[in-house]
């Protein structure tokens, strides 16, 4: 209750935006000064409230067994002033934070970081930075353009960078495994989304199972504590898939102790689905792709010849004309025509 502390504790709402201070142990109240925190309370417009506590192990508090000389964060109903259930959150040591997402329905987070624990000190303390919103443009999303607003505390919208995940945009070189918050798997080709879903007997513990690739012998998902909706990417493979569930006792998941069931699909469509085994049932689909085609040699062809032909041309001239004169023309006159008259008429 607050009211314990009524000069010892501090409350941070929202509009605060930042509150930084020393936080002592309830055990050291009685050596701690007044305006000293030892609870500090994160306000909320609803009763319930957040508190933030120093555990300081020592005097009557040097048996506690759980968050010795830790910060506790809780939370509890009734404002601080009555008794209420209260439930443990987180228990941080030096450097450690912790996130209140949408804190009292500001659409802004919540950080509270511890700086240091200093047990030396007389009364030890921690330190501590509770902030609400952005304080600078590490904050907010620099790949969507966004900027801090100093005075507002709030991360304001611009130009979103290029080539960058977390612009909004699913961009070349970017796939649904490197950026999943922008690559949808099912819309995105070369990529399946595979889904398992499993609804156990009366008792979950006892069923696990698990999904592989068996042309690579991959792993591609399993589950020791079967939740009802498991889903995972992956890229796109011709493969057999062995789908192995179990159960340790013996009765599967359906239909002695209660009506289990299992489907398992791919892109929206049920490849097996079950649920009536003993200890152990596999089911299998799809098939091993044809091997990939033989790759073009690698290797230069084989170059040109780069010696001469080992035949030399021939370097003889061919046989001269002949030499000697040809024939002359006869030299002796033709025989020449008759003389006599011919004889005369009769």
């Known amino acids: 209750k607050t009211g314990w502390y009524s000069d010892r504790h501090a409350v941070f709402s929202q509009q605060d935006r930042t509150w930084t201070g020393k ?8 050596v701690t000064n007044e305006g000293d925190t030892v609870l500090l309370k994160l306000n909320t417009a609803s009763s319930t409230d957040y508190y933030v506590q120093f555990n300081r192990k020592i005097g009557n508090n040097s048996g506690t067994n759980e968050g010795g000389n830790q910060v ?5 109903g009734g404002e601080g002033t009555s008794y209420s259930e209260s439930e443990l959150l987180a228990k941080l040591n030096a450097r450690g934070s912790f996130s209140l997402q949408n804190f009292d329905n500001s659409g802004f987070e919540l950080r509270l970081t511890v700086n240091a624990i200093n047990l030396n000190a ?23 353009g966004e900027t801090c607003g100093i005075e507002s505390g709030v991360c304001e919208a611009g130009t979103p960078l290029d080539n960058c995940c977390g612009n909004g ?27 398992v879903e499993v609804i156990t007997d009366n008792y979950p513990g006892e069923t696990s199972w698990s999904l592989k690739n068996m042309c690579t012998g991959t792993d591609m998902g399993s589950m020791a504590d079967p939740q009802l909706d498991t889903q995972f990417c992956v890229e796109d493979v011709n493969a057999e898939l062995e789908f192995t569930i179990n159960d340790t006792y013996g009765d599967g998941i359906c239909c002695g102790y209660g009506s289990g069931s299992y489907n398992v699909k791919q892109d929206g469509v049920v490849m097996i689905s079950g649920g009536e085994f003993a200890s152990t049932e596999i089911e299998s689909f799809g098939s091993c792709g ?5 790759p073009n040699p690698t290797n230069n062809p084989t ?9 030399p041309l021939p370097t ?3 046989t001269t004309e002949p ?19 011919p004889t005369p008429n009769p």
Do not use: H, K, W
């Not at 936080?23 to 009685?30: E, L, M, R, W």
């Not at 170059?303 to 035949?311: E, G, H, Q, R």
């Open 23 to 30: 936080v002592f142990g309830q055990t050291d109240y009685p």
């Open 72 to 76: 506790l964060v809780t939370r509890a």
């Open 122 to 144: 007389s009364p030890a303390y921690a330190n501590i930075t509770v902030q609400v919103g952005c304080f600078s443009n590490a904050d907010c999303n620099a790949c969507g």
């Open 169 to 195: 945009v699913c961009e070349a070189g970017e796939n649904p495994i490197s950026c999943p918050s922008e690559c949808v798997c099912s819309n995105t080709p070369g990529y399946s989304l595979f889904e």
């Open 290 to 294: 044809p091997p990939p085609a033989t």
């Open 303 to 311: 170059s040109l010849p780069t010696s001469n032909p080992t035949t």
């Open 316 to 318: 003889a001239n061919p």
């Open 323 to 341: 030499t000697n004169p040809m024939t002359t023309e006869p030299t002796a006159n033709p025989t020449p025509s008759p003389t006599p008259s």
